[in-house]
């Protein structure tokens, strides 16, 4: 029957019918075949360039990692590295200050904890102390205490003249030291053993003062 339809078709309609099905037979190729690879391809485009992100942020990711480890690299003489007693910690602290003045030829008095602050990561025990130099001796001490890898830090300061001595100066100092662990997560308390009377002392964040 559809070759009996194809020999009554004239010259022209055969080519019209001839173009007419290479169309559809494009139109059927594109539909079956060429879009849905176009659509595919697309796809993986789109995957190609979000992995290309995550990668590029991967990248940054890691720049930075190497920066914190560099920079925890450098800081690492700072953490606490056991926990000891607090007299212990205490007692070191103040022989530090006495070697420091001794070697700055400064001359100490009074000097005494003046209690503890507790903070988020870190605890701070803080000394006050008088003493007596030549106002030079005085700033290098200073600035030996500002300096020192104890993480020593001078909090308050008086410097006044020597009513018996022109030549030296008085200084009222209130030094502190701060211990600090690796962890930023970790309680403080737990980076030295605290003794009992500490314990019940107030709250993290306020200082606690000695008993008179």
């Given at each position: 029957m559809f070759n009996k339809f194809i020999s009554g078709l004239s010259v022209i309609e055969k080519k019209i019918l001839s173009v007419a099905a290479v169309f559809v037979m494009l139109a059927l190729f594109d539909r079956l075949l060429i879009g849905p690879s176009l659509s595919r391809l697309n796809d993986i485009n789109e995957k190609i360039v979000k992995e290309e992100a995550v990668i590029k942020q991967n990248m940054r990711f890691l720049t930075y990692r190497d920066?914190?480890?560099k920079e925890a690299s450098t800081f690492k003489d700072y953490y606490a590295k056991d926990v000891r007693a607090e007299e212990e910690v205490i007692g070191e602290f103040l022989k530090k200050i006495e070697l420091m003045a001794t070697?700055?030829?400064?001359?100490?008095?009074?000097?005494?904890?003046?209690?503890?602050?507790?903070?988020?990561?870190?605890i701070k025990y803080l000394v006050t102390l008088d003493c007596t130099g030549k106002l030079e001796d005085i700033t290098y001490f200073i600035y030996a205490v500002n300096n020192s890898k104890d993480l020593l830090k001078i909090e308050k300061m008086n410097v006044l003249?020597?009513?018996?001595?022109?030549?030296?100066?008085?200084?009222?100092?209130?030094?502190?030291?701060m211990i600090i662990g690796a962890d930023p997560s970790a309680d403080p308390k737990s980076l030295v053993k605290i003794t009992q009377d500490s314990l019940a002392a107030p709250e993290a964040s306020t200082v606690v003062q000695p008993k008179k």
């Open positions: 920066r914190i480890v070697q700055s030829q400064v001359e100490l008095s009074k000097i005494s904890p003046a209690g503890q602050d507790y903070q988020k990561n870190y003249s020597n009513a018996r001595d022109a030549e030296k100066v008085q200084a009222a100092l209130t030094i502190s030291r």
